[in-house]
T-cell receptor
């Protein structure tokens, strides 16, 4: 089966600019996750979708980050305006359901550098 | 909230040796799941092994095995006959029994280097 697709692979922007990341989960996976991985740290959950509804976005900095999952398939994560501390790898993952305890399938992430 | 601690930022061993990566966690839950993920330079997180807390038997997957000590809240990963391709970041992760809103909680990772 195809894996979790993410694009772009790399992105360099100046602070205060906007940026968007795209994710296409595994076909049939109802739950989609966005994680932020800052250099030297483990991934941190930003937002979780079940189909096209948000399950949890308590860790999402809503003043600058937004995410959507239209039609319950693809998802986009947007940052506007970006700050230097947003430099990180943004990982997308998916699972069959929100209570799936077999782990998630991850994409290869987008490395964002804010200068 | 659950926390996961990996106290070894980096480890280095010779090829074919056995290496053990440490992980401890803190939770008030009785039922939960533990995972080890591998992250090579390609950045994709790859599931290595999974353990169910209510099972006393330690999980094994080929050269990978765990030592799960529930009372001590310890979950170490043993890699036998290490290979150059095992070089990567390894993350320990926790999930409560409901999966749910907290998702996977990760430790900071251990950078494992296998020397030829």
């Amino acid at each position: 089966e195809a894996g979790v697709a993410q694009s772009p692979r790399y992105k360099i922007i100046e602070k205060r600019q906007s940026v968007a990341f795209w994710c296409n989960p595994i076909s049939g996976h109802a739950t989609l996750y966005w994680y932020q991985q800052i250099l030297g740290q483990g991934p941190k959950l930003l937002i979780q979708f079940q189909n096209n509804g948000v399950v949890d976005d308590s860790q999402l900095p809503k003043d600058r980050f937004s995410a959507e999952r239209l039609k319950g398939v693809d998802s986009t994560l947007k940052i506007q305006p970006a700050k230097l501390e947003d430099s990180a790898v943004y990982l997308c993952a998916s699972s069959l359901g929100w209570n799936s305890n077999y782990g998630y399938t991850f994409g290869s992430g987008t490395r964002l550098t804010v200068v | 909230a659950q926390t996961v601690t990996q106290s070894q930022p980096e480890m280095s061993v010779q090829e074919a040796e056995t290496v053990t990566l440490s992980c401890t966690y803190d939770t008030s839950e009785n039922n939960y799941y533990l995972f080890w993920y591998k992250q090579p330079p390609s950045r994709q997180m790859i599931l290595v092994i999974r353990q169910e807390a209510y099972k006393q038997q330690n999980a094994t997957e080929n050269r990978f095995s765990v030592n799960f000590q529930k009372a001590a809240k310890s979950f170490s990963l043993k890699i036998s006959d290490s290979q150059l391709g095992d070089t990567a970041m390894y993350f320990c992760a926790f999930m409560d029994s409901g999966g749910g809103a907290d998702g996977l909680t990760f430790g900071k990772g251990t950078h494992l280097i296998i020397q030829p």
